[in-house]
């Protein structure tokens, strides 16, 4: 049986994570220790054969990366300094250990299209009325312009070729959409094999024939924005239409992230995704239970310490009056201190349940 890969015309194995299911196309001497998506287990090789994916061609377009790795890791360095009471295992240098580039895959369709539409079609104009003001004991008449909406009925045809409509090539394409952000896709270039030296590519787990509707949505969007302009309308509501398609043709493109992990103090793993155009870093930046519980712990040994000079203190007071004095005082400090010593673990349980 041909073996698939070589249509990648570059030497890459294939290999699948246990958890999550994503496949991914990689050099056969890069097998992460993790999975770049979910980080939940290390990514078995498979038989390009036996576990054939539903879609194996490659790509024929590829967004660049924009953000370098050595831009990668200044962001990740920035990330774990800024953490408080930061786990153990978020550290800059083991973010950067772990970084990985990866390409994730969308679907491009052209296609033509024939339909009858219907819509209603919403024209702007403006209404002038007048108001009466009574103000500085006068009456003042003010002139008031609102801006309404004529909603009128139309039908047509239409025929039209669309090109670059985007329909999904994952089940978790508007997942990632909303964490990372969209991408910029005027700097596609041809795919060349040389980008798979370092980077993985995820493969497709949504096919062109299960994608399709979602192309439709777009390929109506499109259409729609189109019945609108031809008809000078300012607005567009209830837009029917019976669509045939002619001449579809899809494309694939990658688009560049770079991904990393870290764990925390149960030994779970939490990733980081940074958008390789924009260099937006998303991820939970949590802070470790222990290191505050430590901190607390150590702050309240220091107010027991002031309680137990303030209570010696006043005992001295007994003898000696300046010492009843500072006593007083330095029991004031040691409760401030007492309260102080809460402050490490408010601030740990705040930052884990409002990280993101």
Not at 3 to 8: A, G, P, Q, T, V
Not at 103 to 110: G, M, S
Not at 175 to 196: C, H, M, N, T, W
């Amino acid at each position: 049986m041909e073996n698939w890969l070589s249509d990648w015309q570059t030497d890459v194995a294939l290999a699948g994570c246990g958890s999550c299911d994503w496949l991914y196309v990689l050099p056969p001497s890069r097998l992460p220790e993790c999975c770049p998506h979910c980080g939940a287990a290390a990514l078995a090789a498979l038989d390009e054969t036996a576990n054939k994916p539903v879609y194996t061609h490659p790509p024929e377009l590829v967004l660049p990366f924009q953000v370098d790795s050595r831009q990668a890791q200044q962001k990740l360095l920035a990330f774990a300094k800024s953490a408080w009471f930061a786990p153990a295992d978020l550290r800059g240098e083991r973010l950067n250990g772990r970084l990985q580039p990866l390409y994730l895959p969308l679907w491009l369709v052209d296609a033509d299209v024939q339909a009858q539409w219907q819509a209603e079609m919403g024209f702007d104009y403006q209404v002038v009325s007048h108001q009466e003001e009574y103000q500085n004991n006068r009456w003042h008449t003010r002139q008031v312009k609102e801006t309404r909406i004529r909603w009128e009925p139309r039908v047509g045809t239409l025929q039209r070729h669309y090109d670059n409509q985007v329909a999904p090539a994952l089940e978790e394409q508007a997942a990632i959409e909303k964490q990372v952000g969209r991408f910029d896709r005027q700097s596609a270039r041809p795919y060349q094999p040389d980008v798979l030296t370092r980077a993985f590519a995820r493969l497709p787990n949504r096919p062109p024939d299960d994608a399709f509707p979602d192309a439709q949505i777009a390929l109506m969007q499109a259409a729609r924005d189109e019945c609108r302009q031809a008809a000078a309308a300012n607005h567009i509501r209830q837009y029917h239409w019976q669509p045939h398609f002619t001449n579809t043709h899809w494309t694939q493109l990658l688009y560049p992230i770079y991904t990393t992990y870290y764990m925390d103090d149960n030994g779970k793993t939490h990733t980081l995704t940074i958008h390789g155009q924009t260099g937006r870093l998303v991820g939970r930046r949590l802070a470790s239970m222990k290191k505050a519980r430590r901190g607390s712990l150590a702050i309240g040994a220091v107010a027991a310490a002031l309680f137990i000079v303030s209570f010696i203190l006043l005992l001295a007071g007994l003898v000696y009056e300046v010492a009843l004095a500072m006593a007083g005082l330095l029991f004031v400090v040691a409760v401030v201190t007492a309260v102080a010593a809460f402050i490490p673990i408010l601030v740990a349980w705040y930052l884990n349940h409002h990280s993101k």
